[in-house]
């Protein structure tokens, strides 16, 4: 079982930055594909970012391409989004995921909100 907290949610106005982490438990942190989704009221959840357990390569949708950067902290079990240049269709609840030997995990959500 893997526990993921995130946090660093928060209202900004277009075009702000925010920077989410999210905490992992267990200590096999380093050999998880971690990922960030997010969900808009009314949509699907939808992919944002991932980065490999062993490269450490990331990868983003194409929303995110140029605005938005994983990042992990192995030491911390910590992985990071760092969002910028924030527009008001990315409001939405953004969920941490662990991709495990023993399935897929996933965080309780923080709430991103980019007034126009």
């Known amino acids: 079982q893997v526990q993921l907290v995130e946090s660093g949610g928060g209202l900004v106005q277009t075009g702000g930055s925010l920077r989410l982490s999210c905490a992992a438990s267990g200590r096999a942190f380093s050999g998880y594909t971690m990922g960030w989704f997010r969900q808009a009221p009314g949509k699907d959840r939808e992919y944002v970012a991932s980065i490999n357990s062993n490269t450490g390569i990331a990868h983003y949708a194409d929303f995110g391409k140029g605005r938005f950067t994983i990042s992990r902290d192995n030491a911390q079990n910590t992985v990071y989004l760092q969002m910028n240049a924030l527009k008001p269709e990315d409001t939405a609840v953004y969920y941490c995921?662990?991709?495990?030997?023993?399935?897929?995990?996933w965080g309780q959500g923080t709430q991103v909100t980019v007034s126009s």
């Open positions: 995921n662990a991709l495990t030997g023993v399935g897929p995990f």
